[in-house]
């Protein structure tokens, strides 16, 4: 079974800074999406990137990229120049590509991002 | 715009009251998800429609049920709320091929709404 593992629970940044926020995942597959998605205090979850297993380059939405390293399992987030918009709790989340799975996701705990003025 | 709607955004019930959550949406999309998050956790799975297809997590109470009347709403029934229910429940849609073999491509990310807050009393 695939595991999602987000180690940071909370972190903070100053706003303009840069942080990056680390996500492990556990997976025999070799074929598979992961993502991140931003859930802002009492609003609703949005997508703020997406990666694709295949795909060697990393994708960049932005002020948000992703460094993904298939052969460490590792797919880390980099917010570049914080804004206080940025606060919000962080999952990383994985979907295998194989059949049957029907979108549904694999979460990790979260990472709740604070960001100082 | 298209969007995840549900209703109500915050619910009060009493303990052993049945407690309908609505969602809606105007995506078109065949999947409609229902998740549990609770403070401060990951969001928590406990069933899908993948059209008119149920499909229940092995590890859903069977105090929650749902229902899928047409491809743009889905119901969450709460039969019996506990103290233990109290959350918020997110309702979230996709858009996922057929799932037989090698048919299953894309990132088919989902869409949320906002989340009904049930409070227990």
Redesign the interface.
Known sequence: AQTVTQSQPEMSVQEAETVTLSCTYDTSES?Y?L?W?KQPPS?????VI?Q?AYKQQNATENRFSVNFQKAAKSFSLKISDSQLGDAA?Y?CAY?T?????????I????T?LSVKP | DAMVIQNPRYQVTQFGKPVTLSCSQTLNHNVMYWYQQKSSQAPKLLFHYYDKDFNNEADTPDNFQSRRPNTSFCFLDIRSPGLGDAAMYLCATSRVGAHTSGSNKGPYEQYFGPGTRLTVT
């Not at chain 1, 609003?43 to 997508?47: C, D, N, P, S």
């Not at chain 1, 979460?107 to 979260?110: N, R």
């Open positions: 074929d999406y993502f998605y609003r609703q979850m949005i997508l997406r694709e709790m999952f979907r590509n194989y059949g049957g799975s029907q979108g549904n996701l979460f990790g705990k979260g709740k």
